[in-house]
């Protein structure tokens, strides 16, 4: 289980400080899908860099399995089963899919392996495993590729930013059946589409002016619906 | 052959043992060993030092390889290989220099490469400099390229410095007539106090000439890169010319590519960046499970890939 105490973290901007995310407590259990939404500047992303400490909290605790993971660094939670998919994947000059594939899964894969990975995200492998990750790859692509790095990688934990942007030449079905394979790990997506919303055990909504709220997926949604604050809940556009 | 020259040579040009096909194998300013077949001929030249490869027209998929290796101290190695490649020849060539200098003098190798090429011909060149031995003796490499390109021929040429070479400057002049294609992939690395200086001049002289120069750069500790190209267009043609960097610690790079476009219908085009490693390559490396120089180390061993 994950566990967020207190979390607090702001940044500053033109001099002022500017608070992201204000006192935040959540729990993340095990075998549970949990989705967060929340409108523009919320904080969801913070919330995802700060469970996979890309980014540090100013203040507050986070505690996995009991322990207080707060100070400890990326490649320590990478190493101990913390797994994340961009929602800007990034491009290198050089370095090809297999090469990531290889680093994520520990292993130098051979390519019948390492096309399965490729095969789970909807591509035709064998045309993508020695092309370099960098601008000939379409968006629609490279976030193809960082879910299946992911998948590749393994773990306890995933955290996924905004899975579904950018895969519009992909059938949902198949972005949707990765995360129900995934529901023996802690699942944490960060999404605005209902459908996502509706596969999950729990949404977290964040509130930039408020304490986030937590709770049961079919309550939520109505909650959303009846409030109608479902920024783009219809199913339509993402973020 | 003794363990130092086989280590040089596989790792200039990926030989285990003597190659297929025709080669001239240098050592210390002598020929080590050499085989001509009928297709490629490798003749000594009578006058200086250096041979001359004479590939046969029409003659296909065939490969040369012609490495130099120097295993001593203060030594001077000066030499002109002039290669005739035939009409509508397809071949390979490997060369390549590596200098072991476990002496208290500077070695140093000056290889002057005149390519002539006939009309509709295809040449792939590929060129590694290596230095090895002793940390802070000079190991000098000034590889000069001379290209004239005919007709419809095409030149593909691979030139990598990946370490050890305490200094380099590297030459390459190219003359592209008619619907002829250059390809120059360049990937340097240079670290401690190390200077590797880099001279591009295209000129596309023919209708449909085009040169596509990539340059790919790592420098670390204190060394400096110098990397000047100039691209000059004198008819309808293509010309690109990218150059990319990265720089650690208190390392220099320096880029000056340069265009020139003397007809309307030339298309000419360069980039340049330069900078350290990005920080967001790193931290995804690191969501793998790399440590920070883990994801140092193989980010620039894929952009020199």
Known sequence: MIEL?????????????????????????ENTITAITGHNGSGKSTLIKLLM?????SSGKIFYNGKDITNLDTSYRANNGFTIAFQQPVKFKGLTVKDLINVASRKNNKVKDACQYLAEVGLCARNYLDRPLDDTLSGGELKRIELAIALAKGGEVFLFDEPEAGIDLWSFEGL????????????????????ILE?????????ANDSPIQGKAKTMIKQLESKNICYKLSGGKNE | MNKIDKDLLEQISNLHGVPQGSFNIRKNGQALKRKSTSEIEILPKPDKSGIDIIVKPNVKNRSVHIPVII?????????????????????SIIAGCGIHNSANETSQHDGIHSF????????????????????GVGKILNPTTNIVMEESSEFEMETYQ?????????????KIKDNAKLLVTEKILTTNTQTAITHFTANLVGKNASVNIVSRSVAKDNSKQKFISNVIGNNECFGHVECDGIILNNAVIE????????????????????????????????????NKDEAEELIIKGFLK
């Not at chain 1, 105490?5 to 204000?22: A, M, R, T």
């Not at chain 2, 295993?71 to 071949?91: K, P, Q, S, W």
């Open chain 1, 5 to 29: 105490k207190n979390i607090c973290y702001s940044v500053i901007e033109d001099g002022k400080e500017k608070q992201i995310l204000k006192d935040i407590n959540l729990q993340f259990e």
């Open chain 1, 53 to 57: 400490a890309i980014a540090s909290p």
């Open chain 1, 176 to 195: 949707i059946s990765i995360f129900q394979k995934l529901k023996n790990k802690t699942v944490i997506i960060v999404s605005h589409q209902r459908k």
């Open chain 1, 199 to 207: 596969i999950a055990d729990n949404i977290v909504i964040l509130n």
């Open chain 2, 71 to 91: 295993t001593v101290g203060g030594f001077n190695d000066l030499v002109y290989n002039d290669f005739y490649i035939g009409e509508n020849a397809e071949v």
């Open chain 2, 116 to 135: 002539h090429l006939e009309k509709g011909c295809k040449v792939k060149y590929i060129e590694k400099h290596l230095g090895l031995g002793k940390e």
């Open chain 2, 162 to 174: 990946l370490g050890g070479v305490t200094y380099s400057n590297r030459i390459t002049k190219a």
């Open chain 2, 255 to 290: 880029s000056t590519p340069k265009i020139v476009a003397k007809d309307v219908n030339a298309s000419l085009v360069h980039e340049a960046a330069i900078g350290k490693i990005a920080g967001e390559q790193i931290t995804k490396l690191m969501t793998l499970g790399l």
